[in-house]
């Protein structure tokens, strides 16, 4: 049974940091591309970040190029989200998420193949 557990979310001050991790059970976390999502309430699941299978290449959403790091740990099966100089807008419930085909379509939320079930984030002005 493949599980992806969310963690390291929380309330901050704009300007502030959040480090999200996410620990993957039942998979073979070298398989697997690994992603963060995010949603607002009303809103459509968005993405955010994406590594792939060896780490070699990461792609991010504009909105927070620059601001976040996504890393992973094979050590550990665990997936990161450095997440620096918080935005208001930032706030949503953050998703992890696994692909066992890489492509370039990697923003595509329903060609994800296993959820986590999210971690809340919320960032105050």
């Known amino acids: 049974q493949v599980q992806l557990l969310e963690s390291g979310g929380g309330s901050v001050q704009a300007g502030g940091s959040l480090r999200l991790s996410c620990t993957a059970s039942g998979l073979t976390f070298n398989d697997h591309a690994m992603g963060w999502f995010r949603q607002v309430p009303g809103q459509e699941r968005e993405f955010v970040a994406v590594i792939n299978f060896s780490g070699s290449v990461i792609r991010y959403a504009d909105s927070v190029k620059g601001r976040f790091t996504i890393s992973r740990d094979f050590a550990g099966n665990t997936v990161s989200l450095q997440m620096d100089n918080l935005k208001p807008n930032d706030t949503a419930t953050y998703y992890c998420?696994?692909?066992?085909?890489?492509?370039?379509?990697?923003?595509?939320?329903?060609?994800?193949?296993?959820w986590g079930l999210g971690t809340q984030v919320a960032v105050s002005s």
């Open positions: 998420a696994a692909k066992r085909v890489w492509s370039d379509t990697y923003s595509k939320r329903y060609l994800y193949d296993y």
